[in-house]
């Protein structure tokens, strides 16, 4: 079974623009948590949602924001992009969200310049 | 307030060496726990859980609420289990999870 997919792997841009992540669960998940990871900060949780909604939200400034879709399909926003917001986003996945394990994505490595 | 400490950033040991990588954390209520471990260019993955008492390529891990650690054990270490280890936390009914900052094993032939 495929497991989590993130797209792209790898975006460059500039500060003050706008970048959008996607995620694909694995097949079945209704739940989709997304993270943040930097050497100095570690993983930081940012979202999750389950069935459209978003359930819980991590202490991040409202220009991150996400969405997830009927097909539980999952995208994240940053809007005006700062240095500090260069990162490897990951997404990670689990049946219902409550207390099960979270299949993680393998990334998507922003770089802003 | 939810909190996950890996105090090692690093840990080097020898090939059949014990290992102990820790983590200690901080939450009011009765905590999930896992190890989830990175190795080289893989994504990040589950090891184990405390709820499941299983051990999983010869780790271990005991929770104890008295001492709020969650320690992972393993008596004889392999080459294989060089990887990132990070402690983790699932507060009740929750997804979140919250992340120590992680540890590096490296195992020496």
């Known amino acids: 079974k495929a497991g989590v997919t993130q797209t792209p792997r790898y975006l460059i841009k500039t500060r003050g623009q706008q970048v959008t992540l996607s995620c694909s669960p694995i097949s079945g998940h209704r739940s989709v948590s997304w993270y943040q990871q930097t050497p100095g900060q570690g993983l930081q949780f940012l979202f999750e949602?389950?069935?459209?909604?978003?359930?819980n939200k991590g202490n991040f400034p409202g220009r991150f924001s996400g969405r997830q879709f009927s097909n539980s399909r999952s995208e994240m926003n940053v809007s005006t992009l700062e240095l500090g917001d260069s990162a490897l986003y990951l997404c990670?996945?689990?049946?219902?969200?409550?207390?099960?394990?979270?299949?993680f994505g393998q990334g998507t490595r922003l770089t802003v310049v | 307030a939810q909190r996950v400490t890996q105090p090692e950033k690093l840990l080097s040991v020898f090939k059949g060496a014990p290992v102990e990588l820790k983590c200690n954390y901080s939450?009011?209520?009765?905590?999930?726990l896992f190890w989830y471990v990175q190795y080289s260019r893989q994504r990040l993955q589950l090891l184990l859980r405390h709820i499941s008492r299983e051990s999983i390529k010869g780790f271990t891990a005991d929770l104890n609420k008295g001492e709020t650690s969650f320690h992972l054990k393993k008596p004889f270490a392999q080459e294989e289990d060089s990887a990132m280890y990070y402690c983790?936390?699932?507060?009740?009914?929750?997804?979140?999870?919250?992340f120590g900052q992680g540890t590096r094993l490296t195992i020496n032939p």
């Open positions: 939450y009011s209520g009765s905590p999930e």
């Open positions: 990670a996945s689990s049946w219902t969200g409550m207390n099960t394990e979270a299949f």
């Open positions: 949602y389950f069935s459209e909604t978003q359930r």
């Open positions: 983790a936390l699932q507060g009740q009914g929750a997804q979140k999870l919250v």
